[in-house]
């Protein structure tokens, strides 16, 4: 008995002979008298950057400092995943404290902005009470009065073109309910006691509705920058406030979060590095699917290279590849000699089948008669891992079998080769197929 392994997407010589020596090592274990070779094909048929990576733009960039728009975007990146994560700050931090100067439109060094804006005197807020009476309803109280009143899409107006010329209308009015619902609106409004501070209030309230109707949009929506800035003027100045005017204490926060936690700012300083470096993954799958025919004639060589009977053992794209190859020959009332079993492991051949995208089975067809045996493993926490029974439904010849490695992804996508549940699946698989 033979067993011929096939390395999956990405891997190249070095990353080939450490796993093929696990692999070997392991089923010698299980089967002493059985040959285990290897079918390594990512040098040969795998991809490669042939022009150096000339097409990605950023290859080679100086790694200079993000600038605004880099800042900008990646505020923006991190408030549409979490649209009150602004109010958040303002609801825990305040004003109190830290308050930059000449952030809200007045001159740094003013006498009367010592960090406690709205205290009596102050001629930026000259309503401003240091002594308000209780019951007497704060600045911040009267912006989300403002926003409580404000509903939904308006019937005309520059707003209403807006919202609907961006595909934002259909979940406005989602967004202002689950913003001046929120508890983080109604904690910052309590500590918003000058109008100077209901002034950024209103504009973390603008920013978060427009957010949250992004979020809502998702890909469906039509929206450039200019026009999200926009829709937050519009917003803001329904509220008191001035969009145009810096925020302080939030953005000051956000802006510096958003540049570490995002994932924007690293891909584009990284682009060029981070393409070059999926290339041999992400590129093999793609090659492949272009001119997989050369690969699959390759893998016919080697396993008709030794007589059988032969188990083959595919991981992820290497799965893919034998599917194809094993359903053509079958098809063609030719199938591959001495294979007895299949083993696919971590592949995505399930998948590609409900996607048409397998050369070797039409979608919605069976299996071909002369197809072998196939049993596929999976790990649920693999993202890379699919179903074949349920796609093939009825085929005894099709067996499904879960594996866990306790390890998330990507790490698990590799984890199946050391685990012996795997070995001991083959070793059943063997027997139940009377493999000598």
């Given at each position: 008995m033979r067993f011929l392994f096939v390395h999956g997407t990405g891997v190249r010589r070095e990353r080939h002979d450490m796993l093929f020596a696990l692999v070997r090592d392991r089923l010698t274990a299980r089967f002493p008298g059985a040959v285990v070779d290897s079918c390594f094909w990512g040098e040969r048929f795998g991809a490669a950057l042939s022009a150096q990576g000339r097409s990605v733009p950023g290859l080679g960039a100086d790694g200079?400092?993000?600038?605004?728009?880099?800042?900008?975007?990646?505020?923006?990146?991190?408030?549409?995943?979490?649209?009150?994560?602004?109010?958040?700050?303002?609801?825990?931090?305040?004003?109190?404290?830290?308050?930059?100067?000449?952030?809200?439109?007045?001159?740094?060094?003013?006498?009367?902005?010592?960090?406690d804006p709205g205290a009596p005197g102050d001629p930026y807020d000259p309503d401003g009470d240091g002594f308000a009476m209780p019951g007497v309803q704060s600045a911040g109280d009267?912006?989300?009065?403002?926003?409580?009143?404000?509903?939904?899409?308006?019937?005309?107006?520059?707003?209403?073109?807006?919202?609907?010329?961006?595909?934002l209308a259909a979940g406005f009015p989602a967004a202002l309910e689950t913003v001046s619902r929120s508890a983080e609106a109604a904690r910052a409004g309590a500590?918003?006691?000058?109008?100077?501070?209901?002034?950024?209030?209103?504009?973390?309230?603008?920013?978060?509705?427009?957010?949250?109707?992004?979020?809502?949009?998702?890909?469906?929506?039509?929206?450039?920058?200019?026009?999200?800035?926009?829709?937050?003027?519009?917003?803001?100045?329904r509220l008191g406030g001035d969009a145009?005017?810096?925020?302080?204490?939030?953005?000051?926060?956000?802006?510096?979060?958003?540049?570490?936690?995002?994932t924007q700012p690293l891909l584009n300083a990284w682009r060029g590095s981070l393409t070059v470096g999926a290339t041999p993954a992400l590129g093999d799958i793609l090659r492949y699917q272009a001119r997989g025919a050369d690969l699959r004639a390759f893998l016919h060589e080697r396993i008709t290279a030794e007589p059988g009977p032969t188990v083959l053992i595919g991981h992820s794209l290497g799965g893919i590849a034998?599917?194809?190859?094993?359903?053509?020959?079958?098809?063609?009332g030719e199938p591959v000699p001495g294979v007895e079993l299949l083993v696919t492991v971590g592949s995505q051949a399930p998948f590609l089948h409900e996607l048409g995208a397998l050369a070797g089975i039409v979608p919605g067809t069976k299996l071909p008669y002369a197809f072998p045996r196939w049993l596929n493993v999976y790990d649920r926490q693999d993202v890379l891992s699919y179903l074949a029974e349920p796609v093939f439904p009825g085929d005894p010849r099709v067996s499904d079998q879960e594996i866990g490695s306790?390890?998330?992804?990507?790490?698990?996508h590799s984890a199946y080769w050391k685990q012996d549940s795997l070995y001991a699946r083959i070793e059943r698989a063997v027997a139940e197929a009377e493999i000598g």
């Open positions: 200079a400092a993000p600038g605004a728009d880099e800042e900008e975007i990646a505020e923006w990146g991190l408030l549409v995943a979490d649209p009150l994560c602004e109010l958040r700050v303002l609801a825990e931090a305040g004003w109190e404290a830290g308050w930059e100067s000449g952030s809200d439109g007045r001159p740094d060094g003013d006498p009367y902005d010592p960090g009267r912006v989300l009065d403002l926003l409580a009143a404000v509903s939904g899409v308006p019937d005309g107006g520059e707003q209403a073109a807006l919202l609907r010329g961006t595909g500590r918003a006691t000058g109008e100077a501070q209901a002034r950024e209030l209103a504009k973390v309230l603008a920013r978060a509705v427009t957010a949250a109707a992004l979020a809502s949009a998702g890909a469906e929506a039509d929206c450039t920058g200019t026009e999200r800035d926009r829709l937050v003027e519009l917003i803001t100045a145009r005017v810096p925020g302080a204490r939030a953005a000051a926060v956000l802006g510096r979060l958003a540049m570490r936690v995002t034998l599917v194809d190859l094993l359903a053509l020959a079958a098809a063609r306790r390890q998330p992804f990507p790490a698990c």
